[in-house]
Structure formats: structure tokens, C-alpha cells
T-cell receptor, first 110, second 115 residues
Framework: DAKTTQPPSMDCAEGRAANLPCNHS???????VYWYRQIHSQGPQYIIH???NNETNEMASLIITEDRKSSTLILPHATLRDTAVYYC???????????FGSGTKLNVKP | NAGVTQTPKFQVLKTGQSMTLQCAQD?????MSWYRQDPGMGLRLIHY???????DQGEVPNGYNVSRSTTEDFPLRLLSAAPSQTSVYFC??????????????FGNGTRLTVT
């Protein structure tokens, strides 16, 4: 499994876009990039995932570089409720282990 | 659908006691897993299963047993609880092997304290 590297913390002003980076330089061709977030001690919440192409859903956008060695999660208009720890994970289809790193603590400030 | 259901929500044990944390899912997911999360830390994989009758170890399996007799249930057993096992335990499930394009769904956790 490819491992991921994320900054430990980031700040963002309310209403602005939050851009959370993730490095996964050892990613394999069949590994998907997943993003989750965890608010307080609740169960992690799925946000978005992708393989090669950029993806967008109602929560966020995922930008994956052409070489797939890094990605960015974009929350277009951050709110105070987006304050959480965000985890970037890679997963292969034939390898069922999800490994979580330490994540990025996003602080959205008024 | 209920999704992933974990019971109990809270539990206090004395050192040496045993107990079983329950996890059930109603999404017909082949893959189920257990994580523990210590204060201020990320999630660490304890055990996982890719289908009924099949289990395997994750990063931190010592002190825990699992079994998978049905697709729906994946209980986690603590054989002899130790204070180091004080943690929040999360169960998660997804579609399984060959389906990398499948998010994990998490339960709400069991908060275990061992005194």
C-alpha cells in the first residue's frame, strides 16, 4: 500500500476555499485516492475519491496531478462546521487494507 | 438502512476481563474491518475480513481476536483487557476484493476504558 503525507494542520477563513494537500508519491496504477474527515471523535465520514481524473461532488472537489503522486482536496466555501481532521488514503482494488495516517487538522476561523 | 451498527457505545472493564465488541452491517458488504483510535492519533487497523470465514491481521492485532461467521457480523474479542487497550474502536465495511472503487462506511464507535 502506498503511504500518504499530509501537513499536520491548516487554517482557513470562513467562506474561503480550503485546499488540503496530500503527497502519495509511491502510489500504484490501480490505487484509488480517498478522502475522509473526522469531526471530534465521531466515525470518519467519506468525502470523495478518484483514480486519475479530477472529481467533484456536493461536498468537495478532488484534484489529482497528472503523475498521480499528489492530490488536493478543495472545500470551495469552508464553514465552521468543516473544522475537522482530514485523512488522505490510497487503496488498491485487490488489496483490502485502508491505512490511515495522522491527517490534517483543518481549523476554519470566523 | 442502518448502515454499520456498533454496540455498546461505551464500556468500562477491569484489567483481565474479557468482552466482545459487536459490529453489524446491512449493506451486504464483503469487507469489514476494525480500527482503534487513541487520543490525538489517527486510526490503526486491528483486523479485517474479506468475506465470511476469512480474516487477517492489520497493524495492531495483538490482544484481539475476530471471527466472521456471517456476512453481516464481525465481532471483536478482547481476551484479557489491559489498560493499553483503552481507546475508541471503529468498525467499517465496504464492497470487497477487486473493488477499489468502494468507500469504507464507518460505525459511530465504541469507547472502551480499561482500569
Amino acid at each position: 500500500d502506498a503511504k500518504t503525507t499530509q501537513p499536520p494542520s491548516m487554517d482557513c477563513a470562513e467562506g474561503r476555499a480550503a485546499n488540503l494537500p496530500c503527497n502519495h508519491s509511491t502510489i500504484s496504477g490501480n490505487e484509488y485516492v480517498y478522502w475522509y474527515r473526522q469531526i471530534h471523535s465521531q466515525g470518519p465520514q467519506y468525502i470523495i475519491h478518484g483514480l486519475k481524473n479530477n472529481e467533484t461532488n456536493e461536498m468537495a472537489s478532488l484534484i489529482i496531478t497528472e503523475d498521480r503522486k499528489s492530490s488536493t482536496l478543495i472545500l470551495p466555501h469552508a464553514t465552521l462546521r468543516d473544522t475537522a481532521v482530514y485523512y488522505c488514503i490510497v487503496r488498491a482494488g485487490n488489496f483490502n487494507k485502508f491505512y490511515f495516517g495522522s491527517g490534517t487538522k483543518l481549523n476554519v476561523k470566523p | 438502512n442502518a448502515g454499520v451498527t456498533q454496540t455498546p457505545k461505551f464500556q468500562v472493564l477491569k484489567t483481565g476481563q474479557s468482552m466482545t465488541l459487536q459490529c453489524a452491517q446491512d449493506m451486504n458488504h464483503e469487507y469489514m474491518s476494525w480500527y482503534r483510535q487513541d487520543p490525538g492519533m489517527g486510526l490503526r487497523l486491528i483486523h479485517y475480513s474479506v468475506g465470511a470465514g476469512i480474516t487477517d491481521q492489520g497493524e495492531v492485532p495483538n490482544g484481539y481476536n475476530v471471527s466472521r461467521s456471517t456476512t453481516e457480523d464481525f465481532p471483536l474479542r478482547l481476551l484479557s483487557a489491559a489498560p493499553s487497550q483503552t481507546s475508541v474502536y471503529f468498525c467499517a465495511s465496504s464492497y470487497g476484493r477487486g473493488v477499489g472503487n468502494s468507500p469504507l462506511h464507518f460505525g459511530n464507535g465504541t469507547r472502551l476504558t480499561v482500569t
